[in-house]
């Protein structure tokens, strides 16, 4: 069975800290992304990946960097968390771009 | 660029049959999909339209007219768990392939 896991549900951060949010994925995908979703502006997406390594800015990168060191994990970094990154931050993986399988989410508060 | 369409909420009653309508425009498109997200969770997989026509599978029907830019998913039969938002999503070659999403549609079922 398909399977995306991230490594929280829940999470509260400070202003100014550093967040790490993991996505790992076990379907051997080369294509992982990253997305943000809040009420009323829907899936936008912030950074995508293609390859180990390679990486490809979405439409919302502001505020965030990414890394893709293995195939299965694609990990999403706020450098100085802001309020305005408040928000539900979904992760997805896909072969050639067709079908997204979605992980969980992660609810995002920061204070 | 790209812009996608779709009403925001719809109301129907448990048994009747609900059209929900996304309207998209890209210059490179290559495939439209639909995901049902239920609240609090991920998005999950419905359909892929890459050809005109109609894709059934089950209650639920996904139909694409490439020419018009148009495509509607339509569920019948409605059941109070198919009570959900349902996102559009469209590929565009000319902004690398991945999909886009629209803002989504909140289906309210009702007894």
Redesign the interface.
């Known amino acids: 069975d398909v399977k ?1 896991t991230q490594s929280s549900r829940y999470l509260v951060k400070r202003t100014g800290e550093k967040v790490f949010l993991e996505c790992v994925q076990d379907m051997d995908h080369e ?1 992982m ?1 990253w ?1 943000r979703q809040d009420p ?6 912030i950074y ?1 990946s293609y390859d180990v390594k390679m990486k ?1 800015k ?1 439409d919302i990168p502001e505020g965030y960097s990414v890394s893709r060191e293995k195939k299965e994990r694609f990990s999403l970094i706020l450098e100085s968390a802001s309020t305005n990154q408040t928000s539900m931050y ?1 992760c997805a993986s896909s072969a050639n ?9 992660t609810r995002l508060t920061v204070t | 660029g790209q812009n996608i369409d779709q009403p925001t909420e719809m109301t129907a009653t448990e048994g009747a049959i609900v059209q929900i309508n996304c309207t998209y425009q890209t210059s490179g498109f290559n ?1 439209l ?1 639909w ?1 049902q997200q239920h609240a609090g ?5 419905l359909s ?1 339209n890459v050809l005109d026509g109609l894709e059934e599978k089950g209650r639920f029907s996904s139909f694409l007219s490439r020419s018009k830019g148009y495509s509607y998913l339509l569920l019948k039969e409605l059941q109070m768990k198919d009570s959900a938002s349902y ?1 559009c ?1 469209v ?1 565009d070659n000319n902004q ?9 549609t909140e289906l309210s079922v009702k007894p």
């Open positions: 995306v294509n992304f997305y009323g502006l829907g899936l936008r997406l995508f490809e979405g979904l771009f067709n079908e997204q399988y979605f992980g969980p989410g | 495939g999909f995901y969770e991920a998005p999950t997989f892929y996102l999503a590929r690398g392939g991945k999909p886009i999403f629209g803002q989504g």
